[in-house]
């Protein structure tokens, strides 16, 4: 896909992830709507340099874990910007617990945020793609999605259903030219990282990640924009993290 005068709506793109890749599809030519539930002056930041681009970009205040602030984001993106060409969910947040001590509260917050946003948004969003028969989707899932990690069980689950969500999906909208695909990061380093201690960050960096760094948002940006613009790759999940997936000691 050409992102020339395309309509990209992010979701948590005020900071991280998000933010690097507003940039990213920016630099392509897409204009952008940033959709975050915290607006800030990160957010200004990102649209300042979005519009030196010469791109459109507009922000909207909005929880997508709530399904009318997901209809609405997609609702307010095409009528302010006139459609949905491209769709990236990378809002998101860590959910912390073990089985006895997550609470059923967080538990269903896990996927209120990480899946069923997936769920409103899409629905929304792909009768727009299906008008123009083309239409890309990227969702953000994580190496916690295919790896048990001690003492984040939600998170692990619902990052664990964004591959199958992808590939269902995928299948499903393959016959109106719309792609959807997901990306799994390993470590990066944005403020989702900031809980770890010095000694976790170390003996990431030494002992748990191949290329002995953490990863940048910009690393994973750039993957989504390849996912975005190759209209040959539909249905894949793809690991963003140094070797960390594929490691066995």
Not at 234 to 240: K, L, S
Request: with cysteine.
């Amino acid at each position: 896909m050409k992102l020339d005068g395309k309509v990209s709506l992010i979701t948590g793109g005020a900071g991280g992830i998000g933010a690097a890749t507003a940039l990213e599809l920016a630099r392509l030519g897409s204009h952008i709507m940033i959709v975050d539930w915290r607006i800030d002056g990160r957010v200004k930041e990102v649209k300042d340099k979005i519009n030196c681009l010469g791109r459109s970009c507009i922000v909207l205040k909005a929880d997508v874990s709530v399904p009318a602030d997901a209809t609405r984001s997609v609702v307010e993106t095409a009528a302010q910007m006139g459609t949905v060409d491209v769709l990236v969910h990378a809002a998101g947040g860590s959910v912390r617990g073990s089985l006895f001590e997550v609470t059923p509260e967080k538990w269903c917050g896990a996927f209120d945020i990480h899946v069923h946003a997936i769920f409103h948004l899409c629905r929304a969003a792909v009768p727009f793609m299906k008008k123009k028969k083309e239409g890309a989707i990227v969702l953000i899932s994580s190496a916690a999605g295919s790896r048990g990690c001690i003492g984040a069980i939600a998170y692990g689950v619902a990052k664990g259903a964004v591959p199958q969500f992808a590939r269902s999906l995928a299948r499903e909208l393959a016959d109106d030219n719309i792609r959807v695909n997901a990306v799994a990061p390993g470590i990066i380093r944005t403020p989702f990282q900031d809980y770890l201690t010095p000694e976790q960050v170390r003996n990431n960096i030494e002992n748990r990640i191949p290329l002995h760094r953490e990863g940048k948002p910009e690393d994973v940006a750039e993957l989504i924009a390849l996912l975005v613009t190759d209209d040959f790759i539909t249905g894949e999940t793809i690991a963003v993290d140094g070797g960390m997936a594929m490691r066995i000691a």
